[in-house]
């Protein structure tokens, strides 16, 4: 059975995020540009829901690129 992933705890979803997050901060090679959109805002603009969950995760926010 398929399941949706707006059905995920968001115990899990947060962890996901996090996951996600931890894996892009680790690329090498990355060249910041003014126009670069950082993964936790892209995940906060999906829905409220997620945009509720995005914020309320310090670790996502808690790397600073320059």
Do not use: Q
Not at 5 to 10: A, G, H, R
Not at 12 to 37: K, N, Q
């Amino acid at each position: 059975p398929r399941c949706h992933i707006e059905s995920l705890p968001v115990e899990l979803l947060s962890y996901i995020f996090t996951l996600a997050t931890h894996d892009c901060d680790s690329e090498e090679g990355r060249v910041f540009s003014p126009e670069s959109v950082t993964l936790p805002t892209v995940l906060a603009s999906v829905n409220s829901r997620w945009r509720k969950l995005a914020l309320s995760v310090p670790t996502l926010w808690s790397t600073l690129s320059i």
